[in-house]
Each structure stands twice: as structure tokens, then as C-alpha cells.
């Protein structure tokens, strides 16, 4: 499924695979898999990027 964003639920292991915060946070909220790309559970999403 492709959003109105653009984002796809695709899964990305890893948040290099990511192009930016805005989309690591769709990831987060939309996505099953996207409680994983916040590694230390703070709610902080690819906290090299955001």
C-alpha cells in the first residue's frame, strides 16, 4: 500500500534505509513494523535522523 505521503509500508530494516525524519515518524505511527526502528523504546524514532 502506497499512502498519499509517497511512503510505502514495505519494511526497512534500518533506519540508513530511511531519507528522513518526517519518514521514519510515517513509518512509526502507520506501519506493524514500525516500533522497531525506535531501538531503545523512548519513542524516538531514528534518532540519527530526527
Known sequence: MVA???YSCEP??????????EEAQWY???CSWG???DRDGDGKVC????
Not at 526497512?12 to 525524519?21: D, H, K, M, N
Not at 534518532?47 to 530526527?50: A, F, G, Q, S
Open 12 to 21: 526497512r530494516r534500518y533506519c540508513a534505509q530511511i531519507g528522513s525524519c
Open 47 to 50: 534518532e540519527t535522523l530526527c
Open 28 to 30: 512509526l505511527h502507520n
Open 4 to 6: 498519499q505521503s509517497g
Open 35 to 37: 516500533q522497531r526502528l
